[in-house]
């Protein structure tokens, strides 16, 4: 069974970047089983996709956020990572990491992101 | 693009049945599957039904899901309602560029 955990500052200044980083064990993030996934829930509201990457060549992301998103994978470490730019306070949330073949299968425990100074 | 328009909240006793809806503003319901998750109070999403109707092993007969083109809507069922299933439930689907498209959730009160 494939788990996930992501990792990252919690705490990141307007206008900074955003970076976290998911780590995959209990499967090969290079299987092409999956596409990965991030997806981000502020407090009290919905879902939002944020985007995804199937190699390192291959990526999608929400047209909302595409100017700002950058999804990276690297296989000798098992991980796939996020790079969100510019950030406001409006992307505080928390951040969850999800493998995506029928739907989003498998999620993490997700992390708390807070933008503030 | 498209939304997924979901009911805010919808309640219901134990024991009974209940449906959540899922209209698709534009194109078909059935031009792309639908998945729905459900999430307790401070958990990850899980999948209780994915491509429009199965469900992934572990989750109970009790949860069915099924499209309606003619009301261009998925709808999640949920009967013999027991306490546990109290949560929030997503609806998402994919546009024509495989974009994702997550419904604005529903909030389940099971009293």
């Known amino acids: 069974q494939v788990q996930l955990q992501e990792s990252g500052p919690g705490l990141v200044k307007p206008s900074q970047t955003l970076s976290l980083t998911c780590t995959v064990s209990?499967?090969?993030?290079?299987?092409?089983?999956?596409?990965w996934s991030w997806i981000r829930q502020p407090a009290g509201k919905g879902l939002e996709w944020i985007g995804r990457?199937?190699?390192?060549?291959?990526?999608n992301y929400n047209p909302s956020l595409k100017s700002r998103v950058t999804i990276s994978v690297d296989t000798s470490k098992n991980q796939f990572s996020l790079k969100l730019s510019s950030v406001t306070a409006a992307d505080t949330a928390v951040y969850y990491c999800?493998?995506?073949?029928?739907?989003?299968?498998?999620w993490g425990q997700g992390t708390l992101v807070t933008v503030s100074s | 693009n498209f939304m997924l328009t979901q009911p805010h909240s919808v309640s219901e006793s134990p024991g009974k049945t209940v449906t959540i809806s899922c209209t698709r503003s534009?194109?078909?319901?059935?031009?792309?599957?639908v998945q729905w998750y459900q999430q307790r109070p401070g958990s990850s999403p899980t999948t209780v039904i994915y491509?429009?109707?199965?469900?992934p092993s572990g989750v109970p007969d009790r949860f069915s899901g099924s499209i309606d083109s003619s009301s261009n809507s998925a709808s999640l069922t949920i009967s013999g309602l027991k306490t546990e299933d109290e949560a929030d439930y997503y609806c998402?689907?994919?546009?024509?560029?495989?974009?994702?498209?997550f419904g604005g959730g529903t909030k389940l009160t099971v009293l």
């Open positions: 209990g499967g090969s993030i290079s299987s092409g089983s999956y596409y």
């Open positions: 998402q689907s994919y546009d024509s560029s495989n974009y994702v498209v």
């Open positions: 999800a493998t995506e073949g029928s739907g989003f299968d498998y």
């Open positions: 491509e429009d109707n199965q469900r």
């Open positions: 534009s194109g078909s319901i059935a031009s792309n599957y």
């Open positions: 990457i199937y190699t390192s060549e291959s990526t």
